[in-house]
Antibody, heavy 121, light 107 residues
Framework: EVQLLESGGGLVQPGGSLRLSCATS????????MSWVRQAPGKGLEWVST????????FYADSVKGRFTISRDNSKNTLYVQMNSLRAEDTAVYYC??????????????WGQGTLVTVSS | DIQMTQSPSTLSASVGDRVTVTCRAS??????LAWYQQKPGKAPELLVY???SLETGVPSRFSGSGYGTEFTLTISSLQPDDFATYYC?????????FGQGTKLEIK
């Protein structure tokens, strides 16, 4: 059974930093791209970042480029995102997602339960 | 960036109704479209991929169709468990974008 468990969320001041983790099990982690998707309170879903299975390729939404860094440790089956220079508009539930890759692109087929990040003074 | 627009934003229906949600892309995405269901406080769940392929375990009352820029998700006979928010998502590039969501409410 595929399982994704996020941790590391919490309250942080504007300009601060936070690192989220996503521990996974039930699939061959290194064979799959992984993504972070966020959802602001009462709002829709927003793709944040994706990393390839070997960690060598990363993609970011314009809204987080230069501030967030996605990474993975395939020996620990764990996905990370380092979030710096946080803003109020980064407040959201952050989901980690296992991606299914196609010839054109990729889409999430499994999601974690999410972790809430609140940016406020 | 490819923009996705869903309609309606809210849909009121009754158990047993047939309902359709529409999703339009700002440019052609061929059939690289997925649909998700999200219940309050829960993570989204994949229903349909490649516009019309039903994910394993999803009830057959759900179906997807479309190609290019216009897509639909149809529920043939609403069940109480189907009242939720539905999102379309395009994956025609390295990034992906979601529609704004359609909330399906009990009439």
């Amino acid at each position: 059974e595929v399982q994704l468990l996020e941790s590391g969320g919490g309250l942080v001041q504007p300009g601060g930093s936070l690192r989220l983790s996503c521990a996974t099990s039930g699939f061959s982690f290194s064979n799959y791209a992984m993504s972070w998707v966020r959802q602001a309170p009462g709002k829709g879903l927003e793709w944040v970042s994706t990393i390839s299975g070997d960690g060598g390729t990363t993609f970011y939404a314009d809204s987080v480029k230069g501030r967030f860094t996605i990474s993975r440790d395939n020996s620990k089956n764990t996905l990370y995102v380092q979030m710096n220079s946080l803003r109020a508009e980064d407040t959201a539930v952050y989901y980690c997602a296992k991606d299914r890759t196609t010839v054109s692109g990729h889409y999430p087929d499994y999601w974690g339960q999410g972790t809430l990040v609140t940016v406020s003074s | 960036d490819i923009q996705m627009t869903q309609s309606p934003s809210t849909l009121s229906a009754s158990v047993g109704d047939r309902v359709t949600v529409t999703c339009r892309a700002s440019q052609s995405i061929t059939n690289f479209l997925a649909w998700y269901q999200q219940k309050p406080g829960k993570a989204p769940e994949l229903l349909v991929y490649k516009a019309s392929s039903l994910e394993t375990g999803v009830p057959s009352r759900f179906s997807g169709s479309g190609y290019g820029t216009e897509f639909t998700l149809t529920i043939s006979s609403l069940q109480p468990d189907d009242f939720a928010t539905y999102y379309c998502q395009q994956y025609n590039s390295y990034s992906y974008t979601f529609g704004q969501g359609t909330k399906l409410e009990i009439k």
